[in-house]
């Protein structure tokens, strides 16, 4: 009867507004506000995909505990007493109730308040009171959750079936992080952002720098936009000059990277693959040290082996976040559904565990630039979402120069979806 | 299987819904209540239909922009550099920002604020940066809205094809509306008001005054119940004086606006038309000058030639809007979906704009009727609200005498819907 | 095309859900947390069953009426002019306005606040202004409710066909409750609490005393969790010689109560029949008078004839209620359901109608357990909901000695729902 309004209905067949996505072009409205897609993106994209979870040393110690909330699920991420790193459903096996309450703790055994079903900490139910000398126990141990360090940035994967490619990310990765040495680091600073608007037009702001120049004054001091892409026909002469010595500083570092063993080149893991990530080592603009208001190290003790400046930033996207190491800090960031239009930004500030604040880094400037740019990039968001939810909205065109990235995710997601039982076959 | 629990679902066919509807009563609860036809009003009554937009007096100068928001879309209304008025879509043909917030601007050109793609103010696509030469601005201007300004009254179009009779309602009331010159007004005061109720039943609520007597104690001074209906066999006799006095004030001020010029009689457009009005010269109670407590003019700086003040009432409801255009100012309302349950009524106050607040008019005593009668209105329909959406409500019987408009929207309505995609044939 | 990811759709069949239930397990998923769900409870579970609407001393006089909101749906209650109590859908059955404000008031006839339709207390439409000499208001009364006073306790039923088993109910009740003579006492504190979970989890949460020894320290002092299951194999020695205490207690009690003629043994009314209810005369812990902090009587003025401190506990739950009738004092708690993951739970404590706040009773001492067992409730329901919203929950097993009253009422719950139209034959 209405087949020309079905995008806004409610009921709008998934599948089908994935099939109609037109390539170079933006989702489908419908796809970023409604409600039945973004279940499917908690149930698909969220619950069989690996998504970033955090970092190893925010549970450094047998009994740290850290419960993270991803859309309507929770999962724990756990030391065991073994030093084990594990990561489990944050549900009570007996009557169904979220066992730890989202954020940190530190723990003996894991005991729901409900009813004292206690758990050891490789999830095996110990003790259940009240259900009989014929309860088997064994077979209401905790649900666990696939869990991944990659050096020291931790991946999980809600399915029971993840997929095997995290060894792709696994072998490009571990190389790059390991002179920072993650593990020896700590949470300086932790900061949850809720932008309004739907988790992938938070993940497409960050795959383009096209937005920079306008919006985000502090990043652009310590950020090459041009490194995201450029219309080389539409440079103004000063604009051209300032690319051609970027890509001279590249040769340089490049070289200079090489012989130092410090991998460098870009890798990309997107269309085609189950895991999403991109990385590459990228020169800090300004004086080239660090993500900072005046692009210096924010911290006198550098991470790990890594205190040459001129290392730049090693960057990583994933299929959810993005993340920055430097030589003095690392800046690690996640983005997880809240609702359609609701997503939660969790910006996590490394550094070395012996750094001392106010001794060896000022809080404030650690944290200035990404702190003013997570803001600035919460305002594009509900921007975006605010525009695509409109009547007069139609799917645009992406800048083949400055956009690839966005045309990549944008074709993956459908990808992932369809290979997920959305597809129209 | 639940055929008779149907009503309740949120999935409920919306045409089964309208087609369910029972003359002479009103809509079944789900109409009222249900986010699918809630929706459907958004896509069809306030896509494809004339709605009131505001006043052209908000835009007197070129550059001056209005951004409004309608239920899920938005759009622009502006005055571009040759002195026209014209409509967008409030959104970016790029990436979909929303380009412009909701309110007052002005500007020299439109620039959506995330990647700085630039709009003449007639919707040309003037720079687009980073997207190549072979990119065809042409094909990516802003999205436009059809506009009309009928007597200084703006009335949109979200559609590509506007209903054709929006020329009946210009023809009726450019010439009722000349006398008051409302390109010569501005806004004296604004008032947003969110109601806890549909929006239809917002607009049955302005459809009816006998709920005024009860309700309405300032209103009620400069306006006449029984101008909207009453049962001749119900009065007392007090009553009935009123009434046959009321009929000879009409026969006597007839003849004088008739001597004048001056258009008095109904006319009505509803059922059978996509573009929904009706109009009337009204007399004004009591002194008989403005709707005032006191029920003189608020405003000592007569609107346009209309320094008559037994000019009266020129009274104009709209399918979203109702309007009293009077000798000294004018009050022109509009009401847009929000949600289901939740309705924005929007007030204006106008008066001549060489009016100076303080001098020629007191803003309380200007703004003192619409405000308190908006806020007793916004009570009824929240009890309305929560009324039809209990179990144990049934559409109720309209009566004959005093609610026969609200017979005519609600049947225009399910006609429109109808003539829309919502039949069920 | 994704069958197995069904269980999150917001559209998933109810009816299947309900079919997919396991024996000893607690429900699917979105039993507890869709939308779909939650609609046909109110409409099934709520709409079409006798749920607990509060107590007839609330509305002690001809013209007293409480307006009670249910879900969507809404009811008043009150005392007509023959001293009669009566229920009517709280919705005037013209334009279906909420007639009643929630809460208690005190009138002559029902006005409609709209059009002033006006009703007498039995719910004859005396007056409808301007409906015109044709008009036969006998056909517009107000939407009766069926309503039982089974001794002070209400009970009512939305629907037409109300199950005729409120009869099992008041046979067993009656007797029960007479010596306690609850219609002369009155409401000494009233409290509502919004609980963040379904209101089948506080249901559930409410039929156990599994949680109580973790959970609930001040109730624990008054209440014998053991009363509702243990497990016998699992008992210390300590709790085992305290489990054998308390049935010689019980038959000690038993023979005395059975000498005065007091039923106490407990009957069970729930798997195969429409109206659920379980009743028992309980000992109450500690010095064994009441539910209060030291265990002592709260109010020095008994109930009725009841001034006999061992009469324990008269206690019942009903379909959404729990009552607790002492010899000093009553406590009755109803819940209604307010969205898929909010409960209204309401608590009234009743005290003999001429006990005296600050002289024959304190309010704090009287009130003191249950408005901390609510809050602690309050919190275990709120996390028994986020645990069954997430990806992990997988029904678990009831405990079948401590949880078995939470089987029936699962059990109970999934027949009903079938026995009314969500069967899947």
Redo the contacts between chains.
């Keep these: ?2 087949d020309s ?1 079905a995008p ?4 709008a067949d998934v ?1 089908a507004l994935l099939a109609a996505r037109r390539p170079g072009h ?1 989702l489908p ?1 419908e796809l970023y ?1 409604g ?2 897609a973004w ?2 993106d ?2 698909i994209m969220f ?1 069989r995909h690996w998504i970033s979870v955090g970092v190893a040393c925010d549970v450094p110690e047998p009994g740290d505990v850290i419960a993270l909330d991803i859309g ?4 724990v991420i756990l030391r065991d007493d073994n030093d084990e790193l594990r990561a ?12 730890v309450p989202a954020g940190r703790s530190v723990v003996g055994k894991l005991v729901c ?4 079903w206690t758990y050891d900490l490789d999830g095996t139910l110990a003790l259940a ?5 014929d ?1 088997d126990r064994a077979l ?1 141990h905790l ?1 666990p ?1 696939a869990l991944r360090d990659v050096g020291g940035l931790l991946f999980a994967c ?1 399915s029971d079936d993840p997929p095997a490619d995290i060894d792709d990310l696994a072998a490009v990765m571990e190389p790059r992080l390991a002179p920072y040495d993650l593990h020896d680091t700590r949470v300086a600073f932790e900061q949850d952002l809720i932008e309004d608007g739907n988790w992938k037009l938070t993940m ?1 702001n960050n795959r383009e720098c ?2 920079c120049a ?2 985000h004054p502090q990043l652009s001091l310590s950020f090459h936009a041009a490194d995201f ?3 080389p ?2 440079l103004t002469e000063t604009e051209r000059a300032e690319s051609d010595a970027l890509a001279d500083a590249y040769r340089r570092h490049g070289e200079h990277w090489q012989a130092e063993g410090l991998p460098y080149e870009a890798v990309e893991h997107t269309v085609g693959h189950a895991t999403n990530f991109r990385t590459q080592r990228l020169i800090i603009a300004g004086l080239g040290e660090s993500q900072t208001p005046d692009t210096r190290a924010a911290s006198s003790v550098p991470l790990g082996q890594a205190g040459r400046p001129w290392m730049g930033d090693m960057h990583l996207w994933g299929h959810n976040s993005w993340n920055h190491v430097m030589s003095d800090h690392a800046v690690v960031i996640a983005a997880y559904p809240v609702a359609p239009d609701k997503t939660l930004v969790r910006t996590k500030w490394l550094v070395h565990k012996d750094a001392v604040e106010g001794e060896d880094y000022d809080l404030d400037n650690l944290t200035a630039v990404w702190k003013a740019t997570n803001a600035e990039d919460a305002h ?1 968001v509900s ?2 979402h ?12 992406y ?4 956009e690839r990235a966005l045309e990549d995710f944008a074709t993956w997601y459908v990808e992932r979806m369809a290979a997920n ?3 129209t076959d």
């Design positions: 009867m209405l309004l806004l209905s409610a009921d599948a933006t409205a506000t409600q039945a279940l499917a908690c149930r619950g309507p699920s929770s999962i489990f459903h944050n549900v009570c096996s007996h009557r169904g109730a979220k066992l308040p409900y009813h004292q009171p009240h259900m009989g000398m309860f209401h649900k959750v809600l497409e096209y937005h306008s919006n892409g450029y219309d026909d539409g594009l921007l975006a605010r525009g695509v939810s409109q009547m007069g909205y139609r799917p645009g065109p800048s083949r120069f400055t039982g959305y597809g």
